[in-house]
Nanobody
Framework: QVQLVESGGGVVQPGGSLRLSCVAS????????MGWHRQAPGKQRELVAV???????NYAESMEGRFTISRDIAENTLYMQMSSLKAKDTAVYYC???????????????WGEGTQVTVSS
């Protein structure tokens, strides 16, 4: 069984910073693309950023320049450094990963349970 567990959320003032982490554990053969999504109250879940196994990154336009996604392949850990946070960044942030559990098997899509980020003065 594969688990993704996020941490690092909290309450921060506008203009502040937070660093989110997501650790993948369990029966893992390989981790491919990983990413962060978020869902604000009353809104649909949206992509924040993705990073490939090769380290290529892609960001949603409104987050580019403020958020930085990275990963530690050896530790099966995904990070996101968020700076210049705004009230509209308030949301539950979810980790997502494409993971295979054995050689020759297809990747499956896994999600964490989310971590709350609240930006408020």
């Amino acid at each position: 069984q594969v688990q993704l567990v996020e941490s690092g959320g909290g309450v921060v003032q506008p203009g502040g910073s937070l660093r989110l982490s997501c650790v993948a554990s369990g029966n893992i053969f390989g981790i491919y693309d990983m990413g962060w999504h978020r869902q604000a109250p009353g809104k649909q879940r949206e992509l924040v950023a993705v990073i490939t196994s090769g380290g290529s990154t892609n960001y949603a336009e409104s987050m580019e320049g403020r958020f930085t996604i990275s990963r530690d392949i050896a530790e099966n850990t995904l990070y996101m450094q968020m700076s210049s946070l705004k009230a509209k960044d308030t949301a539950v942030y979810y980790c997502n990963a494409h993971i295979s559990v054995a050689a020759g098997t297809a990747n499956n899509d896994y999600w964490g349970e989310g971590t709350q980020v609240t930006v408020s003065s």
